[in-house]
């Protein structure tokens, strides 16, 4: 068995770095990480305090953002020459322990399926890892080519989980859960309390602020256009903020997996993560919309209409527009503990 490195720890720090530039809900960015030197071992903890009691009250959108968070780990560790050798939840006694990751050189090889070959593919998606900002801007009323959905479906398989482009009745009905989703979360008090918890609203909070969503990230208001889009601000006034029409045909992309405990939100975060650093290199803008997801009446019925099965974990909006703008992050001595 090969030893595993001891990285150094400005190395680590730079890893670590690059993985908490993942998207998670309201971005409340809900991990911490820790690093052994001893073991060249890191391990990613859920961060509870940072989660949202009323819009995810059983902690599946918090697994899907540690899961997108450790595939940008993943990927880094590949891009500066070494292995993940990943289990997640390794510790039934210690459920907010996620994943475990060993840490070995990467050996030279060819895609085909080994360590190797993994480390091979995840390479090319590193520059995308801070490239990749959530867009909440119209996009473009133009098609995203066949070979581009196939590829991004791909991207999906390749981390255990499906990822569907509903067409026709099916992407109305989508949007039109998004719609109810919407229109229930701005009179809910408990989705109004998660919301104003993780808004920055005013220059001065927006542009300190280290987590959260900032007024400059809302985007516009919609006025028209099928686009399911949240808005932020909770009907407070921004400045300068503005609406427009958004697409009147969006493409949408439904992310599932074949369970819903959380090894699958898990795994749903990673193949989400993997899918939108592909189609950053792809040049297409993201966002996504959870609204219909935090509602179990509404969530339910965006399964398969053909066979009733699997378990929706995301949807994503994806098209040829503006890129969004960068989002805080908290520094990485704030979510990184270094032991020997």
């Known amino acids: 068995m090969t030893a595993a490195p001891t990285l150094d720890d400005a190395v680590v720090s730079e890893l670590i770095g690059e993985a908490v ?43 899907i953002g540690c899961g997108a968070a450790l595939f940008n780990l993943r990927v880094a560790l590949a891009a500066a020459g070494f292995h993940a050798d990943v289990t997640l939840l390794p510790d039934p006694e210690d459920p907010a322990l996620l994943a475990l990751v060993r840490t070995t050189p990467s050996a030279d090889g060819s895609a085909d399926g080994s360590a190797a070959g993994e480390d091979a593919a995840l390479r090319p998606l590193g520059p995308a890892i801070r490239r990749r900002h959530t867009s909440r801007y119209p996009f473009a009323e133009k098609p995203v080519p066949e070979t581009v959905r196939t590829t991004l479906a791909d991207a999906a398989r390749e981390e255990g989980a499906t990822l569907s482009f509903p067409e026709s009745w099916q992407a109305r009905w989508v949007a039109e859960l998004a719609d109810e989703a919407e229109a229930r979360n701005l009179t809910d008090q408990g989705s109004e309390q998660d919301l104003t918890r993780w808004t920055r609203i005013g220059a001065d909070e927006a542009d300190t602020a280290t987590d959260g969503v900032p007024e400059y990230a809302f985007g516009p208001r919609k006025h028209g256009g099928r686009a399911p889009v949240r808005d932020f601000s909770g009907g407070q006034p921004v400045a300068d903020r503005g609406t427009t029409p958004f697409e009147k045909d969006p493409h949408l992309a439904v992310l599932g997996t074949d369970g819903d405990q959380p090894v699958h939100w898990l795994i749903a975060g990673q193949a989400m993560q993997r899918v939108l650093l592909v189609a950053t290199l792809k040049e297409l803008a993201t966002s996504f919309s959870t609204q219909a997801l935090e509602w179990p009446d509404l969530r339910w019925p965006l399964r398969d209409p053909v066979t009733g099965s699997g378990h929706i974990q995301m949807i994503l909006r994806i098209g040829y527009g503006p890129q969004g703008p960068a989002t805080p992050r908290r520094p990485v001595r704030d979510v990184l503990v270094i032991d020997d």
């Open 21 to 63: 530039t993942a998207p998670s809900m309201h971005n409340a960015q809900p991990w911490r990480f820790t690093y052994a030197r001893g073991n060249g071992t890191l391990r990613l903890y859920a961060d509870p305090e940072r989660g949202m009691p009323h819009s995810d009250p059983d902690g599946r959108a918090l697994h």
